[in-house]
């Protein structure tokens, strides 16, 4: 059982269209991160989000954590070929919980046509 | 480039035989964490050391082990290999011990089991 669901596990779609992708659990986490990984490297961290109901954005990349802190979304506006790869989401647990290390989700692989 | 260097980059092996896997972490950083990614389990957190002590376990098997030495760097042992230990295990640092942290990961280590 995974402890961060994503979803979808795959998308393709073409330039310029707009996307969400989701991460969820049943845990709460005192963090949650998102990194994007290409193929042959490692995952790059992208953001950084703590507090529920926290809203981050990095360019056309809008990032969301909820406000129980068991979910979070990524939403990607007019989306361009250089952001294809597989966007994975981390969750990290606070003092106290079991979860002690960042745990990851599978991923979703995203491909942008041009 | 993140500053984590891993070696070999691919190691292709038997089953039954040993391997031992590198990680150089960034410069300064004192926490080191590895990850197994396959395609059916995504990215799973195996070990974390800290300034040379063992700080986390995750789903580890007992047939690999690790050690962070004095300089800092790293080694994933794995031993008694399966087919299943096919994968891409990859090394992370970050400066402190703390969940929260951002994650610097390395290029990864494609291991094959012939």
């Known amino acids: 059982t995974q402890l961060l669901e994503q979803s979808p596990q795959f998308l393709s779609i073409q330039e310029g269209e707009n996307l969400t992708v989701y991460c969820n659990s049943s845990?709460?986490?005192?963090?949650l991160q998102w990194y994007r990984q290409e193929p042959g490297e490692g995952p790059v961290l992208l953001v950084t989000?703590?507090?529920?109901?926290e809203v981050k954005k990095l360019k056309r990349l809008t990032f969301q954590f909820g406000d129980a802190r068991k979910d979070s979304s990524l939403h990607i506006t007019a989306a361009q070929p250089g952001d294809t790869g597989l966007y994975l989401c981390?969750?990290?647990?606070?003092?106290?919980?079991?979860?002690?290390?960042?745990?990851f989700g599978r991923g979703t692989q995203l491909t942008v046509w041009p | 480039d993140s500053g984590v260097t891993q070696t070999p980059k691919h190691l292709i092996t038997a089953t039954g035989q040993r391997v031992t896997l590198r990680c150089s972490p960034r410069?300064?950083?004192?926490?080191v964490y590895w990850y197994q990614q396959s395609l059916d389990q995504g990215l799973q957190f195996l070990i974390q050391?800290?300034?040379?002590?063992?700080?986390a376990k995750g789903n580890i098997l007992e047939r690999f082990s690790a050690q962070q030495f004095p300089d800092l760097h790293s080694e994933l042992n794995l031993s008694s290999l399966e087919l299943g230990d096919s994968a891409l295990y990859f090394c992370?640092?970050?400066?402190?011990?703390?969940?929260?942290?951002?994650?610097?990961f390395g290029s990864g280590t494609q291991l094959s089991v012939l």
């Open positions: 981390a969750g990290a647990g606070g003092r106290g919980s079991t979860l002690g290390r960042l745990y």
């Open positions: 845990s709460v986490f005192s963090s």
């Open positions: 989000v703590v507090t529920g109901g």
């Open positions: 410069s300064g950083d004192l926490s």
């Open positions: 050391y800290y300034n040379g002590e063992e700080r």
């Open positions: 992370a640092s970050a400066e402190g011990g703390s969940s929260n942290e951002k994650l610097f």
